[in-house]
């Protein structure tokens, strides 16, 4: 394989984990696709060519620092890498599944796609809670997307997301709908609970950031957030609206949720270890636990909203 070759088979590696090749110019700070484009086009061409240089350092490093790969990263063979990630991720799945069948319970309806449509968004989400952190996202919210893509990634979950907002207005109806429905698909996806771990949490640091995420599956809705930004807008993006997010995802998952950044200078920082302590907290909370038996983690038997209906109008009868 010459230079040319090796550069063309990584960067096809970057499109496909950024996405798109719009999104990877997007991640490299690129205003669109068409320099990237260009790129491709050039390799394919030279991929015959042993004295081909491939893509030139500066660039390289451009793509590398904007995909958060180590320096030098285009010049190495990832071959080996993607079989043996590969293989770790089918024993992982084949462990799961032996789990799941000792368990009682089945694991292969935890897929789901919702579609919500309103006069302000039209919003389809595919999830699957077993999945390998794969994630396409287009909601027009460039950053949060970035967001999205932790929890994808950090949570193991399989995440689509398209969305058309009314962004000429502001980015607020688009986050907090995608929350909205991302939370529903959660509830779909969860079903009965039988048999998994129902409570999840993580700490996750980013240089001098560090937040603590805390989840607990329990069909009552609650939400507590403390999270001081140092500044009100990350690029263009209003930080105020990631609390909107979690209060639609919170009440339409039926999760509770408790969410601290205990430090950080660095808005993005703050917001970043946010979103991948959630993926993490929401992974552990998800998966089976074989002792469980595919029984429901709760005393109640259910974990259902309508036992927290129930138990609320019994109280008001009191």
Known sequence: MNKAQLHLT??????????????LARACGYENSASLSQL???????????????????????????????????NRDHSK?????????????????????????????????????????????????????????DTGVPFLEHMLAQVARHGLIDLDITCKGDLHIDDHHTVEDIGIVVGQALKQALGNKAGITRYGHAYVPLDEALSRVVIDLSGRPGLVYNIDFTRALIGRFDVDL?????????????????????????????????????????????????????????????????????????????
């Open 10 to 23: 990584n960067f096809l590696l970057l499109v496909e984990e950024a996405g798109s090749l719009t999104k």
């Open 40 to 74: 491709k086009r050039r390799l394919e061409q030279q991929a015959g060519d042993e004295s081909a240089r491939g893509i030139r350092p500066s660039l390289a490093a451009k793509l590398e620092s904007g995909m958060h790969k180590r320096k030098g990263w285009l």
């Open 81 to 137: 890498d993607q079989e043996k990630a590969a293989a770790v991720e089918a024993a992982r799945l084949e462990k799961q599944t032996v789990e799941a069948v000792e368990a009682g319970v089945s694991n292969e309806d935890r897929f789901v796609t919702v579609t919500r449509n309103t006069c302000e968004t039209q919003i389809t989400v595919s999830l699957n809670l077993d999945g390998t952190g794969k994630y396409r996202l």
């Open 242 to 318: 990631f609390e909107e997010f979690f209060h639609g995802l919170v009440n339409h998952s039926m999760m509770t949720l408790h969410i601290d950044n205990l430090s950080g200078r660095n808005a993005h920082h703050q917001a970043e270890t946010v979103f991948k302590a959630f993926g993490r907290a929401l992974r552990m909370a998800v998966e089976y636990d074989p002792r469980m038996m595919g029984q429901t983690p709760s005393t109640k038997g259910t974990l259902s909203e309508e036992s927290v209906q129930e138990e609320a109008e019994a109280a008001s009868e009191e």
